[in-house]
């Protein structure tokens, strides 16, 4: 066995984003609360520690978000879900903005 193994979970470009900061924050959501539509102003990047999420992205097709499994929502683009199952989910959020920019959501409203 190798000393050290390396797995690639996720390589995502970032066109054109000019990345000043970033901020990784430890989020945690009760059983079945739902995080509601929203965007963000710069790309998220995550990965749950533990529970799970129903995550989908504009449109797409919901997936399970269980522990160990990274995801990533784009900038200025709308998440219809990041909703905890019943055992609930917290993840770490890696936030990307420009420099001197804070990390935003906003809400958007239900399809």
């Known amino acids: 066995m190798?000393?050290?193994a390396r797995v690639t979970l996720l390589?995502?470009?970032?066109?054109?984003?000019?990345t000043g900061t970033v901020e990784v924050r430890r989020i945690t959501l009760q059983?079945?609360?739902a995080g509601g539509p929203h965007r963000h102003n710069g790309p998220v990047f995550g990965s749950i520690?533990?529970?799970?999420?129903?995550?989908?992205?504009?449109?797409?097709?919901?997936?399970l978000l269980a522990?160990?499994?990274?995801?990533y929502e784009p900038a200025?683009?709308?998440?219809d879900r990041f909703d905890a199952t019943s055992e609930g989910?917290?993840?770490?959020?890696?936030?990307?903005?420009?420099?001197?920019?804070?990390?935003?959501?906003t809400p958007e409203a239900q399809p």
Not at 67 to 71: A, I, L, P, S, Y
């Open 2 to 4: 190798e000393p050290v």
């Open 11 to 18: 390589k995502q470009d970032i066109p054109a984003h000019p």
């Open 31 to 33: 059983p079945d609360v």
């Open 49 to 63: 520690e533990r529970g799970s999420a129903w995550f989908q992205v504009d449109g797409g097709e919901p997936v």
């Open 67 to 71: 522990t160990g499994d990274v995801f």
């Open 76 to 79: 200025d683009t709308r998440i």
């Open 89 to 105: 989910v917290t993840f770490l959020g890696f936030f990307l903005t420009g420099s001197g920019q804070e990390p935003r959501l």
